[in-house]
């Protein structure tokens, strides 16, 4: 069974600049989420997506943040515009919808902003 | 709110065990995760407690006390793979609909 798959795998921007992050879940998972993980921290949640509707999105920096998932299946992640303290990794996870304690992430997108 | 506790960092030597501690503070509590992280890579799902007892899993095994609301990762026979970092993580009752919360990291390294 094929894993998470994120793209890209690293990204440098400046400030004020825009980027976005791709994900597709594991075949069938229904649930969704979005992390941000900085350096020497846990993930931290940004978004959680059951199928294409948003089920917890309390954490997600709305003024800069968004996030979509059409169809129910790949999404999206956009920062616009980013700041020097969004440089972190941004890891999708999924999993099946009752069974969130285990959760199956992706590679991650490594940000750095300068 | 949920917050987690566990040790910034451990260092052991191949073939020996380790315990790695947890502590965690629940307004409603749905069972203890582990998850593996090594430097660069994807956390990767160890195992997870909904009850208390032992839970074991080949060289690696899992505790949960929930009258304590304590929990620990127990690593034996230790690989020099096995150097990465270790989460805890919970998941609120209350707020059913929230993903995990996970703890800051336990870093092991394992010397030769």
């Known amino acids: 069974e094929a894993g998470v798959a994120q793209s890209p795998r690293y990204k440098i921007i400046e400030k004020r600049q825009s980027v976005a992050f791709w994900c597709n879940p594991i075949?069938?998972?229904?649930?969704l989420y979005w992390y941000q993980q900085i350096l020497g921290q846990g993930p931290k949640l940004l978004i959680q997506?059951?199928?294409?509707?948003?089920?917890?999105d309390s954490q997600l920096p709305k003024d800069r943040f968004s996030a979509e998932r059409l169809k129910g299946v790949d999404s999206t992640l956009k920062i616009q515009p980013a700041k020097l303290e969004d440089s972190a990794v941004y890891l999708c996870a999924s999993s099946h919808s009752d069974r969130t304690n285990i959760q199956y992430f992706g590679a991650g997108t490594r940000l750095s902003v300068l | 709110g949920q917050s987690l506790e566990q040790p910034s960092e451990v260092t052991a030597v191949e073939g020996a065990i380790v315990q790695i501690n947890c502590t965690y503070q629940t307004s409603g509590f749905y069972g203890l995760s582990w998850y593996q992280q090594h430097d660069g890579g994807a956390p990767t799902f160890l195992s997870y407690?909904?009850?208390?007892g032992l839970e074991e899993t080949g060289r690696f095994s899992s505790f949960l006390s929930r009258s304590d609301s304590y929990g620990y990762l127990l690593l034996q026979e230790l690989q020099m793979k096995d150097s990465a970092s270790y989460f805890c993580a919970v998941r609120d009752l209350d707020t059913g609909r929230r993903a995990l919360t996970f703890g800051s990291g336990t870093r092991l390294q394992v010397q030769p």
């Open positions: 407690n909904a009850l208390d």
């Open positions: 075949s069938g998972h229904a649930t």
């Open positions: 997506f059951q199928n294409n509707g948003v089920v917890d």
